[in-house]
């Protein structure tokens, strides 16, 4: 395979400005599992744990 | 061609790539926050004056869900104009014409946001207000960005529907459905949005000029759209009032709203007259700053009564 085939080659810069970016889409994410977790708790009450086995 | 001289061309053409570039603060800009703070408070005040309650939670998931789709709304609008953006001072230093940020990465940004936006708050508060915010966002987009904004001087006037719609997703996050008073508060900035753009768009007349934009100024001249300010400024008073005279704000809202929507008429009544230099750009920047304050006072007015009813 040819040497100059490795794809896009990223600067320092874009190195650090995707990292700041995936640190944020952490955060967002993290922040969506815990809003889904209490939100179901805020929806189903003390039925959460009214289920059938 | 083969695949390996296809792959070959492929890698020499992606070897420099312009985009990568944005920082968290470049994509935050690309969600408007300033006018993403107005559209909080609004969308704020329609759920807090709805009848019935919504758990707290829920009320917060809503106005978050609301604000991250005019967030959308916001970079998607940066995206299809950023030729306009380009041109214009006022617009030139956003992400996408500073070139930190590449329109595919906005296009990309926006529409994640809009679907996630209206899932999350069909999914979690109801669909109704879901569907509400997914029109909003279309009609932002399609309708006024790729629309209405380069081919009529009314795109401020239509267009100005979905910045006014906030309130009543706030109120149908709570209800479930919309009606008369959400509607209202829907006319009020409705009836607002006109003059408050045309002021500012009388002092950037050169900038639209420039971007080629068929505002109300270049295209039927200053002297129209002041008389348009006027009319707008006249038949906003009322509508201002309306809360009071169809019976879901006090008298003390009755009498603030009524002074606050004179001034607004004195102040687009000074526009009208001055016409000439300095003196008239000045009353164009105190009625668009006015502006700003009329529709803050009569929102915070209207939550600070639901407010004390609730307490």
Not at chain 2, 175 to 184: A, I, K, Q, Y
Not at chain 2, 237 to 264: E, T
Request: with cysteine.
């Amino acid at each position: 395979m040819a040497k100059e085939d490795q794809g896009i080659t990223l600067t320092e810069e874009q190195k650090k400005k995707r990292r700041s970016r995936s640190i944020a889409i952490a955060c967002v994410l993290g922040g969506l599992v815990l809003l889904f977790y209490v939100v179901t708790i805020v929806k189903l009450g003390p039925g959460i744990l009214d289920r059938a086995l | 061609m083969s695949l390996v001289e296809r792959q070959d061309m492929m890698s020499q053409e992606t070897a420099v790539w312009d985009g990568g570039m944005g920082s968290v603060s470049d994509y935050v800009a690309l969600l408007k926050p300033r006018v993403m703070s107005l559209v909080i408070f609004t969308a704020f005040v329609g759920l807090m004056l709805a009848p019935g309650t919504v758990h707290p939670v829920l009320g917060v998931v809503a106005i978050l869900c609301i604000a991250i789709g005019a967030g959308a709304s916001g970079a998607l609008n940066m995206w299809y104009d950023a030729d306009i953006d380009e041109v214009m001072t006022r617009t030139r230093k956003r992400p996408i014409p500073a070139g930190k940020v590449t329109r595919d990465e906005a296009l990309a940004f926006g529409v994640t946001l809009s679907i996630g936006s209206v899932v999350l708050l069909g999914l979690l508060v109801n669909w109704f207000a879901g569907a509400f915010l997914a029109f909003t966002i279309f009609f932002y987009v399609i309708v006024y960005t790729m629309w209405l904004k380069r081919s009529t001087p009314q795109n401020i006037v239509i267009g100005g529907a979905a910045g006014a719609f906030p309130p009543m997703i706030g109120w149908a996050a709570v209800t479930g459905s919309v009606s008369l008073e959400s509607f209202v508060l829907f006319l009020i900035i409705f009836m607002w949005t006109p003059p408050h753009f045309w002021a500012l768009a009388l002092v950037k007349n050169g900038d639209y000029q420039a971007a080629k934009i068929p505002m109300l100024p270049v295209v039927a001249g200053e002297t129209a759209t002041r008389h348009h300010i006027l009319a707008y400024a006249v038949l906003l008073a009322p509508i201002g009032v309306a809360p009071y005279l169809l019976g879901f704000a006090s008298p003390v809202y009755g009498v603030a709203s009524a002074v606050l929507s004179a001034i607004f008429v004195g102040l687009s009544f000074d526009v009208w007259r001055k016409r000439e230099g300095d003196p008239a750009k000045a009353a164009c920047w105190r009625l668009f700053k006015f502006s700003i304050f009329y529709l803050f006072m009569l929102f915070a007015l209207l939550l600070g009564e639901s407010l004390i009813a609730g307490a």
